[in-house]
């Protein structure tokens, strides 16, 4: 079903479709198509953004005084839909997305200089310090401890599950400043330098083959005082604000469209015994109930975003938006493996694919069962689903 959605809007998305098409590298572009899979390869975030800044498209949610553009929702929405189906790269997210926001809202004219102007020309990949060994829901209870010496905080614990920490610069970073006060009275949100003394980084291997999620340990690293994000005792109301500021993209829908394209693609070109699998009634009910589920999560997104200023329980309406784009990323990826059947087992893991080519391997199945196995972790990352369902009880209905 293609959405329409008027004369002005189908010029914008011709404008940015042909730039796009002129300022994407084929390499970058064939990997992102090729792999395709929760993220992008960090060191492309960074380039595409550089390369988006010539436009000045890097940051364009921001606002304009610090680089961004003055595009009503549904122009953003176009925006990175085009994006998401030239096969371009994501930014990084940590930094155009939630440091970013974070520092210009509530960060002195010092940060603003210094950091901003990277995040906006892809010169600095950062990480998102938040989670721990036993606090990732229970976020409010953190104990990496930051203790106030003369001009410098001395910093202490663990974090965990930190994307792509091996490749950051920085990382923003709740840690407890006051651990005498209610939990989430004592929480501040520091930037730190990864390469500051005291910082151990370490990868952990994931069931589809990549490292990118990260251990960090902090041994009396020396942050100075003016890496403090506003007020001390704040953290916690900033990371709300980091955590709310992009409600709709929760939804993961640009990607479920994009991986459900290439689903129905995939189902048209393997065939059991001459049919296309497309055909056959087990697999044609199911990419059509697909189809009809991102239809509709779509319109859905495309609501929130035209009534957001009008809308109570935006929380809520997030929550529910990521329970179902989760959902629909794994439905998908499901399918996409049990299409190739058999051969899905084959391929993986994603270099396997690409040493051993064989005429009995069909194309572009690189990549797809490992694809399919990172992306269970859609239930957890961002706020478990059971998190989200406590949320929208709570929020939306009450209980
Ligand atoms: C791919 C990926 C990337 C990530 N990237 C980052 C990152 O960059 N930075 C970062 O800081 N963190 C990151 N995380 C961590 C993520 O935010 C946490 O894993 C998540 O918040 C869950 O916390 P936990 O792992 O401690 O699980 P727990 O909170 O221990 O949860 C374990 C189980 O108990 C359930 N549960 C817990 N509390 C409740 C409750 N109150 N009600 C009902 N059920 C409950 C959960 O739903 C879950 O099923 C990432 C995680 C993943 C998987």
Known sequence: MDLQLGKELDEFRHMVRAAVAEDLPAEMRARQRAFGGLQSENLDSLTWAAILARRGWSVPHWPVEYGGQDWTPLQKFVFEDELSSAWAPDVNWGGTHMVGPVIYTFGTQAQKDRFLPDIREGKCFWAQGFSEPGNGSDLANLRTGAVLQGDRYIVNGQKIWTSGAHDAAWGFFLVRTDPTVKAQRGISFLLIDLKSPGITIRQIPEINGEAD??????????????????????????????????????????????????TRAIAQAETLDGVPLAQLPQFQSRLIRLEAEVAALEWSVLRVLETEEFTHNLTAVASTLKVSGSRLQQAITELQVDLYGALSMRSFPIELAHQRPTPLW??????????ALGIRAATIFGGTLQIQRGIIAKLAFGL
Request: proline share 5%; net charge neutral.
């Open 213 to 262: 999620l990260c251990e960090i340990f902090l041994d009396n690293v020396e942050v100075p005082v003016g890496n403090l994000v506003g007020e001390p005792g704040m953290g916690w109301t900033y990371a709300k604000f980091l955590l709310d500021h992009e409600r709709t993209t929760s939804s993961f829908i640009f990607w479920n469209k994009r991986e459900l394209r290439r």
């Open 362 to 371: 069909p194309t572009n199945i690189a990549g797809r069962t490992a694809t």
